[in-house]
């Protein structure tokens, strides 16, 4: 497996292809969930993926500050369904905080997560920072990660 982070003027047709696709696999089909995927926020954003055998299975995207939020903040966290459980979710967070703090100086990270996914941003520590809402139509949250 390799890990790759890019700017988005440096993916190639294809990396970004094999992005958008598993981001609309995972967002929009699997999750029954119509909504514009191609946000406008992927031009100013650093792209981390883990790639198997020319297959992309883990992906993240780590946006500047004063972008979606005040705050630097990762999102699109997915790894493909077939790699699912096996520790590479975590792995590519992992890789998104450290792009956030090295690339960006990051001390804080924001994040809208699913409710659901809640324990699994708490155990790279970040903490629930807002009440329940709904973001089309699945319950968020938002959470922040502060430097220690």
């Not at 993240?60 to 979710?89: D, H, M, Q, W, Y």
């Not at 992992?94 to 956030?100: E, F």
């Not at 941003?121 to 009440?131: I, N, R, T, W």
């Amino acid at each position: 497996m390799n890990t790759v982070v890019k700017k988005f003027c440096e993916l190639t047709v294809d990396e970004l292809y094999k992005i958008l696709q598993l981001r609309v696999d995972v967002f929009v089909v699997e999750q029954n969930c119509p909504y514009h995927e191609i946000d406008d926020f992927d031009q100013m954003s650093y792209h981390a993926y883990i790639e198997d055998n020319g297959d992309i299975v883990a992906y993240i995207r780590v946006l500047p500050e004063n972008t979606k939020f005040k705050e630097i903040s990762v999102g699109r966290v997915i790894s493909s369904k077939a790699k699912r459980g096996s520790g590479l979710g975590m792995a590519i967070l992992k890789v998104g905080i450290a792009i956030a703090e090295e690339k960006f100086g990051a001390k804080e990270i924001r994040i809208e997560a699913q409710t659901y996914a809640r324990e699994f941003y708490e155990k790279a520590g970040f903490v629930k920072d807002s009440d329940e809402f709904l973001e089309d139509g699945i319950p968020h949250i938002e959470m922040i990660r502060r430097k220690s």
